[in-house]
């Protein structure tokens, strides 16, 4: 296990020596934000040729650019919900106030702090799902989330790059929150269903205030049958406000540092409730 932690350490130490892969690139992440399989990543996030043409920060919009960008985001998002690239921007350019508590939130806590300071990113070159499937034992949460993502097809790698936010903590705050997606799948035990995402989008609505999980989690219920918008008010809904409320601040969590601890354990110390069996 020790070489476990040192692997994970060099890998930290290697990526903050290269800042052009501090916020990736590649397609955004469907609407509910679940991660694309692998075969549809493409380039990896740490490839030269993408890097190049991606800058580390974005640059920063005028409030009248950044109006125009809201308004075309929301209404091409409203019309089309599986436009991850829309989507992706609405939450970019609506989500600085909360953005900037959740920035407060990590800064008053000595882990949220450590986060900052390190910028861990969750990808292929910094998490060998591979070496934790295989070497973790099965009730680690290491291994559950290697499981997870490998049961699905899905690849870490496949998030989207951060574009319209210049502030670098409020873009590594936005990536960050992207990334830590199927930690959260992994910790809650929600499936990668349209069910199961809308209760995390619920969950994440609570946990952060972000406007455009908020848009995700109404549109998205639009699209539900009436047992299945049943479901959504009668036990996921609830489940998420109780998780929400009570549990730890989960953005303060250093996931990376928790994947050989027992998952159960950590569910306790987090309070975290794993989501009831429908």
Known sequence: ??????????????LASTPSRQFGVGSSEPWYGSPRP??????????????????LFASGLTPLERVGVAIHSATTALA???RADAVAALGEVTGHVALQSMHRRMQSDPTGRRILQDRPLVDNASIDIDHLAQTLPPNTFGHQYATFMKG????????????FIADPDLAYIMLRYRQCHD???????????VLGELALKWLEVIQT???????????????????????????????AVR???NSEYLLNVYYEEEFEADIEELRARLRIEEVPVV
């Open 80 to 82: 089309d919900p599986t």
């Open 38 to 55: 692998a075969r549809d990543v493409g380039s990896s996030s740490g490839s030269d040729s993408s890097s190049s043409s991606q800058p």
């Open 209 to 239: 205030g972000l406007p455009v999980a908020a848009l995700s989690a109404t549109v998205g219920s639009l699209r539900l049958s009436a047992e299945e918008r049943r479901i959504l008010n009668e036990v996921y809904l609830p489940w």
């Open 183 to 193: 930690f959260w799948h992994t910790l809650t035990g929600l499936p990668p269903t």
């Open 1 to 14: 296990m020790r070489s476990l932690r040192c692997l994970r350490a060099t890998r930290r130490r290697g």
């Open 152 to 163: 699905h097809g899905f690849d870490p790698d496949g998030r989207a790059a951060i574009r």
């Open 243 to 245: 998780v929400g409320q």
